[in-house]
């Protein structure tokens, strides 16, 4: 891979912030929060904004009518900056997968922004939203879906260039591809085979490859090494740190497995049916979690160590994620939480840093969804 | 930043990932290279595949098989005169009809209307039907509900041989290439609706999303993505029905709605050896039983295929 | 909870009362697999036993065979192709691979169930939850409808599905995954069997319904004196309630331990290997370890030891002799109960 960076990138000035707090006033805490965090990282390079995404439900056959909605992802805010990696945990259906989705304008977003370098991409179509894709690129889950079973390794990798002629000229392709192959690690010689000839890890290799073809600045992860056995899963996240500070690249990784995502991340958001239930740095989220679902999914998560285990707290919510359509009123956690009062049903806790710890110099302020938050340790960390 | 400073060990895991010596030993292999290989050693479609080729080479060059005229009858010959089946390959060898034509000849001269009617319509069939089907299957929306949701679905309602009829009736001459055209007509929806299936589910795929995401154009996505990986159910559905619309051909022949008189084709014998079915049955009987042959080697040619093509077999 | 709370009633041993030995046995059990490109031995040589009231778990990645000696053990393994050339599996002290067919059939479900990873495929989508509840007792136990529903509705109460009695006759894709993994335990449970396999039964499921799922099995094998054989790939889980680890790889047990002991001391360098590759939720790591290599070609499993590619400590010995489970010892020589390591270096392993 030649230069780490590109220059024909006009930056254009960042969002208007206070064009969106008058826009949406309820946001205006959670706006003024992200700015306050906003600490010597420079600017972002991601910045997403009240992102909505509904799917309609509808009846009827012949007239279809909108009887409701599902609320997949349901306004959530965040930054990416340059060079780092961002992590999304959460279980299925909290909307984690939408939002990767969102974010690489694969669905379109019922309201909300998304700024790369300060333009709306859920805005941008054809021309544009082509350039935009060159910098955004994505690592699927399933390595064994993820690549056209049809074409050759070769033809895969190659594929990026084929729809951005501009990024290498044809003569220089085949060799572009071999350099790709070995920067994840794969013989150069194996151009021409089918990916159903690699195992697993082998296939989440290609597909890296595939991703770093154009030479991105973002890269999201969805769920890239769950599909893998263990001992590869090691294999892969070691390469992707490699490559992110080979190629300046900034990650939004999301997954389940909170222990892969506190390894690979630097900050860590925590979602729960379509809001972002918490965020901060990885270690105010798994040392000093203040949001009771963080708590009890970080006690939930089985560690391989049967002693540590014994000293550990745990956490067994009782039920089922309520459904997406239909979520609970006020805080959407509120069905399955200890500590739940008449005002979590009313009123819809904010993301941001809780009043009682604001101006703290201490991990425990960082910013979390609930109007009861308070600090328990839950990990047991050393 | 995550500890950005740590490569060297990582890098040596992944040369020596590189070479597990059961995949260097390997050639490159693709999905359709692999069914191939199934197939070769499919009994089925060795046995199909035979037939068919000899029916293809009887059909282009029906003179290498027979001297006699399909056409010219000879009264000399007494259709009631038993067939001489000591002589294969002779004007006598499977008798004579009322007009005296050589049986033999006119099954080998008739070949050819049978080969080009299933080929064409089935050419026809996947080219309308897949277009269609995956149109509908890959835009959804309205175009979905408009072209499989109403149109296949109209289509799909008329009988086939009966509309296949109606169709006919209205010509006054009917060559090959109308009787074709009326199968065609009616016949593409099996494979519009195989078709759209397949779409709807490779379009859900992941490598599809990863090529949307890399800003591939549309047309893009159909034919580099889409249509090879929904080609294979095509492939299988279209060629087991060219063995029904060689048997539609003759039937509507038969009928005397397709080819008559004087085209030579298996049905129009069939039609005309019915009369003769208490004296004579060798008239149509071996029509009969090349049409049944036909059809069965594309069958069995569609079953084989299927079975090589199904991912669940490997 | 190796051992068994005495202060509770134990139900009764079941069964005919005569054998000793442990619940069920397998011995050199070998499986391949005749495949277009050749044989893939999925199984080469597996020894484990299991108590009643004893969790084994067998961990393993995909390819390891810890799916396919289950799938063995149950009867439920497709022959052809597969095929299995040598071993015995003893259910209180009978072998089941010189059983009949039918004497087979008897055994499958009344006395070892089966859970799967899967619920929603293992559940027929088109018949009510309380219908196949209630089939087990129709066709095992010749109950009426009524008493079978009856019965279906104590058994979803015993694995705490909320008012059971209003669910009964809802279908599979009305409950969520933890619920129908629930229900394919209730399942599994019916007949009151006396050992109960598990093949990755919480993998599918999200983490705080991991914990819940995983509970309750614990708390009714307890409750049933019940063997209970969980497969996974997951060490984490593992370490929650197994009693003794079977870790395999390529088709052989390659470490075999009680459980607390495998995660402070591993005795072979696999296990070792997949103890530093996983990062640790308590920790923020440096780099993983990542064990190097691929996992094994069943087709072309490596001579020797099969891990040696892939081993930090391989010498020439690994790719000759295949190393047998070795009793593990402390470093004075007083041998560790229940340990085993199939590693010529299982000294330099666990003591250094």
């Known amino acids: ?382 | ?314 | 909870m190796s051992i068994i709370d005495t202060t509770k009633t134990i139900p009764a041993p079941r069964g005919d009362g005569e054998h000793q030995g442990p619940l069920l046995e397998v011995r050199d059990l070998h499986v391949e697999f005749h495949t277009r490109d050749g044989v893939a031995k999925a199984v080469n040589g597996v020894n484990y036993s299991v108590n009643a009231g004893e969790t084994l778990a067998v961990l393993g990645e995909s390819g390891s065979g810890k799916s396919v000696t289950a799938q063995a053990i149950m009867g439920i393994l497709d022959m052809p192709p597969g095929k299995i050339p040598q071993g015995e599996i003893f259910f209180r002290g009978e072998d089941m691979l010189k059983m009949s067919a039918e004497e087979r059939r008897k055994v499958r479900g009344r006395k070892i169930a089966m859970i799967f990873q899967d619920a929603l495929s293992s559940l027929n989508p088109v018949l009510s939850v309380g219908y196949q509840l209630g089939e087990m007792f129709r066709v095992h136990q010749g109950l009426s409808k009524k008493d079978a529903k009856a019965r279906s509705i104590e058994l979803m109460d015993k694995v705490k599905i909320p008012a059971a009695a209003a669910r009964v006759n809802d279908y599979p894709h009305q409950f969520s995954g933890g619920m129908r993994q629930r229900i394919m335990i209730a399942m599994a449970l019916a007949l009151e069997p006396d050992l109960i396999i598990a093949d990755e039964p919480t993998t599918a499921l999200d983490v705080t319904v991991q914990a819940q799922v995983m509970d309750l099995l614990a708390e009714l094998q307890r409750e049933y004196n019940m063997g209970l054989i969980l497969i996974t790939h997951d060490l984490g889980v593992v370490a929650d309630v197994a009693d003794k680890i079977a870790v395999m790889y390529a088709g052989r047990i390659v470490e075999q331990a009680p459980v607390h002991e495998i995660y402070k001391r591993p005795a072979h360098p696999y296990t070792k290997g997949l103890l530093a590759s996983i990062p640790r939720l308590d920790q923020k790591g440096q780099e993983l370890f990542a064990i190097k290599g691929l996992p094994p070609n069943l087709l072309k499993v490596p001579t020797g030891c099969a891990f040696n590619p892939r081993c930090t400590m391989a010498q020439d010995i690994c790719s000759t002799d295949v190393p047998v489970l070795h009793p593990v010892a402390e470093q004075d020589g007083t041998e560790l109960v229940g340990r085993g390591s199939a590693c010529h270096f299982w000294k330099e392993t666990i003591h250094g």
Not at chain 1, 16 to 40: C, H, P
Not at chain 2, 19 to 25: E, G, N, T, Y
Not at chain 2, 195 to 220: E, F
């Open chain 2, 1 to 314: 930043m995550p500890d950005m400073t740590k490569t060297a060990p990582e890098a040596e895991a992944i040369e020596d990932a590189l070479a597990p010596p059961a995949v260097k030993a390997e050639k490159a292999r693709s999905l359709w290279g692999d069914a191939w290989a199934d197939l070769r050693r499919n009994p089925y479609f060795v046995v199909s595949s035979v037939l068919i080729l000899v029916l293809l080479v009887i059909a282009a060059f029906p003179g290498w098989f027979t001297s006699a005229s399909p056409t010219t009858g000879d009264l000399v010959h007494h259709y009631l005169g038993k067939p001489e089946l000591s002589k294969v390959g002779s004007a006598e060898w499977l008798g004579y009809d009322v007009q005296g034509r050589s049986v033999y000849a006119r099954l080998i001269h008739g070949t050819r209307a049978s080969i080009i009617v299933g080929i064409s319509v089935t050419l026809l069939v996947t080219v309308i039907g897949g277009l269609i089907g995956m149109i509908a299957g890959y835009f959804g929306g309205w175009i979905d509900a408009l072209l499989s949701g109403f149109i296949t679905n109209v289509f799909f309602g008329i009988p086939f041989l009966l509309g296949s009829m109606v169709v006919l009736q209205s010509f006054t001459s009917r060559s090959v290439w109308v009787v074709s055209l009326a199968l065609a007509f009616l016949g593409w929806t099996q494979i519009a609706r195989v078709m759209r299936g397949a779409v709807l589910t490779i379009k859900q795929a992941d490598y599809v999303h990863a090529a949307k995401a890399l800003g591939a154009s549309t047309s893009r996505i159909l034919f580099r993505h889409i249509l090879p990986n929904a080609m294979a159910p095509v492939i299988v559905v279209a060629t087991i029905s060219l063995g029904v619309f060689i048997s539609a051909e003759a039937t509507l022949s038969y009928l005397g709605l397709g080819l008559s008189s004087p085209a030579i084709s298996w049905g129009v014998d069939i039609s005309g050896g019915i009369a003769q079915i208490r004296t004579a049955q060798h008239i149509m009987l071996y029509p009969s039983i090349m049409l049944s042959i036909t059809v069965l080697a594309f069958i069995m040619l569609g079953e084989a295929v299927r079975n090589a093509l199904d991912p669940k077999m490997r």
């Open chain 1, 1 to 382: 891979m030649a230069e780490p960076k590109k220059s024909d990138e006009t930056v254009d000035a960042t969002p208007n912030v206070t064009e969106i707090v008058q826009q949406d006033a309820s946001t205006t805490s959670e706006v003024e929060a992200i700015l306050d965090t906003r600490v010597d990282r420079g600017e972002p390079i991601l910045q997403v904004r009240n992102l909505v995404k509904h799917f309609p439900l509808t009846s009827g056959i012949l007239v279809k009518k909108q009887v409701g909605a599902v609320k997949a992802v349901d306004g959530i805010s965040f930054d990416l900056y340059q060079g780092e990696t961002l992590g999304i945990v959460g279980e299925s259906g909290c909307g984690k997968s939408t939002v990767a989705k969102l974010l690489m304008t694969l669905e379109k977003a019922t309201a909300g922004e998304v700024f790369y370098k300060g333009q709306d991409i859920t805005k941008l179509s054809g021309r544009a939203l082509k350039a935009v894709r060159r910098n955004i690129q994505m690592v699927f889950q399933d390595p064994y879906t993820s690549l056209n079973p049809r074409m050759t390794v070769g033809d895969i990798i190659g594929e990026p260039f084929d729809i951005h002629p501009e990024v290498a000229p044809k003569g220089d392709r085949r060799r572009k591809v071999q350099e790709l192959l070995d920067v994840v690690g794969l013989n150069p010689e194996y151009i021409n085979r089918y990916p159903h000839q690699f195992s697993g890890g082998q296939r989440q290799r290609i597909g890296i490859a595939r991703g770093l073809a154009l030479n991105p600045e973002i890269i999201i992860c969805d769920e890239p090494v769950s599909a893998l056995d263990v001992s590869v899963q090691a294999q892969v996240i070691n390469l992707m740190d490699k490559l992110q500070g080979e190629f300046n690249l900034s990650y939004i990784f999301i997954a389940h497995d909170l222990s892969i995502v506190r390894h690979i991340s630097d900050r860590v958001g925590v979602m729960y049916l379509g809001k972002m239930a918490e965020i901060g740095t990885d270690e105010q989220i798994y040392e000093h979690p203040t949001h009771p679902y963080t708590q009890a999914l970080l006690s939930a998560v089985p560690v391989p160590d049967p002693e540590a285990r014994e000293h550990r707290e745990r956490i067994i919510l009782s039920g089922d994620i309520p459904s997406p359509a239909n979520p609970p009123s006020g805080c959407r956690f509120r069905t399955r939480c200890w500590k739940v009062q008449d005002r979590c049903s009313t009123e819809v806790p904010l993301l941001a840093i809780p009043e009682r710890f604001q101006g703290l110099d201490s991990p425990v302020a960082h910013e979390s969804a609930c109007h009861f938050a308070e600090e328990k340790d839950v990990v047991g960390a050393a």
